[in-house]
C-alpha cells in the first residue's frame, strides 16, 4: 500500500486594489471558519492550509482545491485575496512583521536580518516512514533529485517590484539561513545526532523545528519532510510534484531496505545544483549530479520519471504524474506564467491580478 501523504501550502494575502502583500492573515484566519485546517505562519503575511493524510491523489487534490478555494473565500470576505507565489511580487516586506508568537520573537533576536525577506510560500510534502533514522538514510538518497525538483515548482522570479533574474528567488533568500538547503549526506544515524547536537551548540537550532533542511525527519510526525519547492500557482502542478515526491521516497525506502545509504554527493556540488535550477527553472541546462555535466532541464525531469516509474505506477499515480510532468515542461512552471504575463505590458499589477485568479482556477 503506498504509504500516506500529508500537505502543506502557504499563501500570500494580497490587497486586491494595490496588489501588494498586506499584513492581515488575521483577518482571513478568522474568517476562514469552513477550512478543515488553516494556520498563520511567521509573517502577517502569509497562511498555511493543511490537508488531513491521505494515500490517494485524487483525494488530495479535492482537499487541496476546497483549501484554496475557501481561503480565498474568506479572505474576499475581508476584501483582500490570497495568491500562491513562493514571495511577493509586490509590497513593502522589509523587515516582514511577524505574527503573535514567542517562538517568533525569539527567533528575531536569535537570526535578526536573515528574518527580513521571510515571507516565502512553499509546499510541504510529508510522506510517512517506519522511524527517524528511516527518514534520515530517505534524504540522502532524495539529496541528488531536489534541484530537479526546485526547476519543476519554481514559482517566484518577482520580488517587491523587480525580476530577480532567478525563476526561483525563494529557493536563493532562504539559502542564506544556517541550517537551510539541502540536508547533508550522514552515513550513519549518530552522525546525524551528533551534528544536530553540534548545531544546537552553535546556536544555529532554537529547537528541533528550526532544521530547515528540504529533506528532514518530521519533528513531530513519522515522516519525511520534504520541503524543497515553492508553492506551485496551478494545484494540478502540486498534485504531479507531490506524486513525485512520494514514489522518491518509496524508492528511498526500498534502497535503504536493502542496506543502501544513498549517494554521498559533496554538498558543494549539490549546492551549485541548487542555484542553476532556482535561476534557470525549466528553461536552460541543470547540473546532472551523477555526471557533472549540464543537461537540458526538462531531460532530468524525465530520468526523475524514469527512476521512480515503478513507484508510480505502483501508487495508481502514473498516467496523471506523466501526463502532469508533460504538461509543466510544455509550459513551464509558474515562474514561466509569471514571466509569460509581465512580458504583454511590463506592468507587475497585471501579475498579481492573474496569480489570484489562477490560485483558485
Same mark, same amino acid.
Given at each position: 500500500?503506498?504509504?500516506?501523504?500529508?500537505?502543506?501550502?502557504?499563501?500570500?494575502?494580497? @490587497?486586491?486594489?494595490?496588489?501588494? =502583500?498586506?499584513? !492581515? /492573515? #488575521?483577518?482571513?484566519?478568522? $474568517? +476562514?471558519?469552513?477550512?478543515?485546517?488553516?494556520?498563520?505562519?511567521?509573517?502577517?503575511?502569509?497562511?498555511?492550509?493543511?490537508?488531513?493524510?491521505?494515500? @490517494?491523489?485524487?483525494?488530495?487534490? =479535492?482537499?487541496? !482545491? /476546497? #483549501?484554496?478555494?475557501?481561503? $480565498? +473565500?474568506?479572505?474576499?470576505?475581508?476584501?483582500?485575496?490570497?495568491?500562491?507565489?513562493?514571495?511577493?511580487?509586490?509590497?513593502?516586506?522589509?523587515?516582514?512583521?511577524?505574527?503573535?508568537?514567542?517562538?517568533?520573537?525569539?527567533?528575531?533576536?536569535?537570526?535578526? $536580518?536573515?528574518?527580513?525577506?521571510?515571507?516565502?510560500?512553499?509546499?510541504?510534502?510529508?510522506?510517512?516512514?517506519?522511524?527517524?533514522?528511516?527518514?534520515?538514510?530517505?534524504?540522502?538518497?532524495?539529496?541528488?533529485?531536489?534541484?530537479?525538483?526546485?526547476?519543476?515548482? $519554481?514559482?517566484?522570479?518577482?520580488?517587491?517590484?523587480?525580476?530577480?533574474?532567478?525563476?526561483?528567488?525563494?529557493?536563493?533568500?532562504?539559502?542564506?539561513?544556517?541550517?537551510?538547503?539541502?540536508?547533508?549526506?550522514?552515513?550513519?544515524?549518530?552522525?546525524?545526532?551528533?551534528?544536530?547536537?553540534?548545531?544546537?551548540?552553535?546556536?544555529?537550532?532554537?529547537?528541533?523545528?528550526?532544521?530547515?533542511?528540504?529533506?528532514?525527519?518530521?519533528?513531530?510526525?513519522?515522516?519525511?519532510?520534504?520541503?524543497?519547492?515553492?508553492?506551485?500557482?496551478?494545484?494540478?502542478?502540486?498534485?504531479?510534484?507531490?506524486?513525485?515526491?512520494?514514489?522518491?521516497?518509496?524508492?528511498?525506502?526500498?534502497?535503504?531496505?536493502?542496506?543502501?545509504?544513498?549517494?554521498?554527493?559533496?554538498?558543494?556540488?549539490?549546492?551549485?545544483?541548487?542555484?542553476?535550477?532556482?535561476?534557470?527553472?525549466?528553461?536552460?541546462?541543470?547540473?546532472?549530479?551523477?555526471?557533472?555535466?549540464?543537461?537540458?532541464?526538462?531531460?532530468?525531469?524525465?530520468?526523475?520519471?524514469?527512476?521512480?516509474?515503478?513507484?508510480?505506477?505502483?501508487?495508481?499515480?502514473?498516467?496523471?504524474?506523466?501526463?502532469?510532468?508533460?504538461?509543466?515542461?510544455?509550459?513551464?512552471?509558474?515562474?514561466?506564467?509569471?514571466?509569460?504575463?509581465?512580458?504583454?505590458?511590463?506592468?507587475?499589477?497585471?501579475?498579481?491580478?492573474?496569480?489570484?485568479?489562477?490560485?483558485?482556477?
Amino acid at each position: 500500500m503506498a504509504p500516506l501523504i500529508g500537505i502543506e501550502e502557504e499563501y500570500l494575502v494580497v @490587497d486586491p486594489r494595490t496588489r501588494h =502583500v498586506t499584513p !492581515r /492573515a #488575521a483577518e482571513v484566519l478568522a $474568517a +476562514a471558519t469552513d477550512v478543515l485546517d488553516v494556520a498563520h505562519e511567521i509573517t502577517r503575511f502569509q497562511v498555511e492550509a493543511r490537508t488531513p493524510p491521505s494515500a @490517494d491523489l485524487d483525494e488530495l487534490g =479535492v482537499q487541496l !482545491r /476546497a #483549501a484554496r478555494k475557501e481561503v $480565498a +473565500a474568506a479572505a474576499r470576505s475581508c476584501g483582500l485575496a490570497v495568491v500562491a507565489s513562493g514571495i511577493p511580487v509586490l509590497g513593502n516586506v522589509v523587515p516582514a512583521p511577524l505574527s503573535d508568537d514567542v517562538r517568533y520573537e525569539q527567533g528575531r533576536v536569535l537570526y535578526r $536580518a536573515l528574518q527580513d525577506e521571510i515571507s516565502i510560500c512553499a509546499l510541504h510534502v510529508h510522506v510517512d516512514v517506519p522511524d527517524e533514522e528511516t527518514a534520515v538514510y530517505v534524504g540522502n538518497h532524495l539529496r541528488p533529485w531536489l534541484p530537479t525538483l526546485i526547476a519543476l515548482a $519554481a514559482n517566484s522570479p518577482f520580488f517587491v517590484g523587480r525580476d530577480t533574474g532567478y525563476a526561483s528567488w525563494r529557493v536563493i533568500s532562504w539559502g542564506r539561513w544556517p541550517v537551510s538547503g539541502a540536508p547533508p549526506y550522514f552515513p550513519s544515524f549518530a552522525d546525524y545526532e551528533l551534528a544536530l547536537r553540534a548545531l544546537a551548540e552553535s546556536g544555529a537550532l532554537m529547537d528541533p523545528k528550526t532544521v530547515f533542511w528540504d529533506a528532514r525527519p518530521s519533528p513531530k510526525l513519522p515522516t519525511v519532510e520534504v520541503r524543497v519547492a515553492d508553492v506551485p500557482l496551478d494545484v494540478n502542478d502540486s498534485l504531479t510534484i507531490i506524486g513525485l515526491i512520494r514514489a522518491l521516497v518509496v524508492t528511498a525506502l526500498a534502497d535503504v531496505a536493502r542496506g543502501d545509504r544513498g549517494l554521498p554527493v559533496p554538498s558543494e556540488v549539490l549546492r551549485a545544483a541548487y542555484w542553476r535550477a532556482a535561476r534557470d527553472g525549466l528553461h536552460g541546462d541543470s547540473l546532472d549530479i551523477r555526471a557533472g555535466t549540464l543537461v537540458p532541464a526538462p531531460v532530468l525531469a524525465r530520468r526523475l520519471l524514469d527512476h521512480v516509474r515503478p513507484a508510480v505506477d505502483e501508487a495508481g499515480d502514473l498516467d496523471f504524474v506523466a501526463e502532469g510532468l508533460d504538461r509543466l515542461l510544455a509550459r513551464g512552471s509558474g515562474a514561466t506564467r509569471q514571466r509569460r504575463v509581465h512580458a504583454r505590458d511590463q506592468n507587475l499589477h497585471h501579475v498579481v491580478d492573474d496569480l489570484i485568479e489562477a490560485t483558485v482556477a
